[in-house]
């Protein structure tokens, strides 16, 4: 039998239809795949072995009763720890959470149960999503498979890494300035950011609501689509959830192709502090697009240079707010409960074991930045900006299709070469941050390997809010191109672990 780790979700879930393999039998492939390589990877938190099997059994019984049964039934996925899981413990990469098992699901969780999805565990993260490369986490780094001295990106880089390394063939992620695109670009996979609103948020731990969004991961296309299509659609219980159809992903990552479609280069992405290598494979794959039959055109969004600087107002702001609610009276963690300290000092005696560096220094800066007399200068000046880069995307959007840039500046950087700078951290974020800022979708798919250090290069496509469907359309024709230039999938180059 084909090994059941390395085949696309979409193969799993026709293997399992076809009754050439349980679900029980693949969730314990992947089981064991997870025994056998997480040690060096460590892309989960907590593996749910007990659940995950009673998924399957229960994917598998259904099928014996001919029931049925969604296009993902049975397929294995790893969920970034930032959902509710009822019974399975959530730490959102937190020390202040460690231990707290939530007595409810996540929507999101909760539609991929009922699609027959077997949920494996909880993967690493920066904790509380804040940061680029997942070495934020308070349970320490996670390695990238095709370098494990490398990182896998940020804030969702175990879901990224289970994906690189064979442990699961779907991953969720969250993506708030690019923490699902880049991951997906360093490690070779694909990542899809939805529209704002697509997905719901409730049950999603809160880093910043007017940015967090959860989407897909994968290692193709199309299995993104059909992730995609299994947890979107309008909760009544998010007030941001968009009521209005799914489109069409599904189909257009079937169907992909790009003849008559103008597609546009953003001109603010490209220069100092671009690797060259990432500027050549991206330049290649602009020239694909147009021997696939798309007209390419350069457009200039010249608010985006102020991209950063307003989501490093925007979302330390909003975290600020959110995480006042970890104040040791309701849940997680408590330190100093001794009767010799008064609320306020068990809240901050919790807070400061509980809470890492990077939220810490966020959570100063948001709350500086909303403070009496500075409001209007910082925070208010950055919604201004945030304002403009959506008038810019409205702009360019009139002439184009799609727009195209590199995922991220540079490949995966070595783990802790930028722990003591965050600056250099947040510039990873670069070319995903403005996308965040006005809620269109976006997604990253690798488009080669680096020439200086051989690895991963992501393209990243932005489409309108509520035309998912064009980036399945693009990446598809795209990643059926490059497949058949190279003659395999770009993860067929990754060391074996």
Known sequence: MTDLTRMTAAETAATIAAGEASATEVAQAHLDRIGAVDEKVHAFLHVDTEG???????????????????????????????????????????????????????????????????????TNMDEFAMGSSTENSAYGPTGN?????????????????????????????????????????????????????GVSRYGMVAFSSSLDQGGPCARTVLDAALLHEAIAGHDPLDSTSIDAPVPPVVEAARNGDVRGMRIGVV???AGEGYQAGVMTRFNEAVELLRELGADVVEVSCPSFSYALAAYYLIAPSECSSNLARFDAMRYGMRVGDDG?????????????????????????LGTYALS?????????SAQKVRTLITRDFERVFGGVDVLVSPTTPTTAFPIGERADDPMAMYLADLCTIPTNLAGNAAMSLPCGLAPEDGLPVGLQIIAPAMADDRLYRVGAAVEAAFTARWGHPILEEAPTL
């Not at 494990?148 to 969250?174: D, K, M, N």
Request: charged share 20%; aromatic share 8%.
């Open 52 to 122: 995950a099997l009673r998924a399957a059994r229960a994917v598998d019984d259904r099928r014996a009763r001919g029931e049925e049964l969604g296009p993902l039934a049975g397929v294995p996925l790893a969920l970034k720890d930032i959902f509710t899981t009822e019974g399975v413990p959530t730490t959102v990469g937190s020390k202040i959470l460690e231990g707290w098992i939530p007595s409810y699901d996540a929507t999101l969780t909760r539609r991929l149960k009922d699609a027959g999805v077997v949920i494996l565990g909880k």
């Open 145 to 197: 498979p095709w370098d494990l001295t490398r990182i896998p990106g940020g804030s969702g880089g175990g879901s990224s890494a289970a994906l690189a390394s064979f442990q699961a063939p779907l991953a969720i992620g969250t993506d708030t300035g690019g923490s699902i695109r880049q991951p997906a670009s360093v490690t070779g996979t694909v990542g899809v950011k939805p529209t704002y609103g």
């Open 267 to 269: 001109k603010e992405f």
């Open 340 to 364: 010799t300290h008064s609320a306020e000092e068990v809240t901050a005696l919790t807070r400061a074991a509980g809470f890492g560096a990077e939220v810490k220094r966020r959570v100063m």
């Open 372 to 380: 009496s007399g500075y409001y209007d200068a910082y925070y208010g």
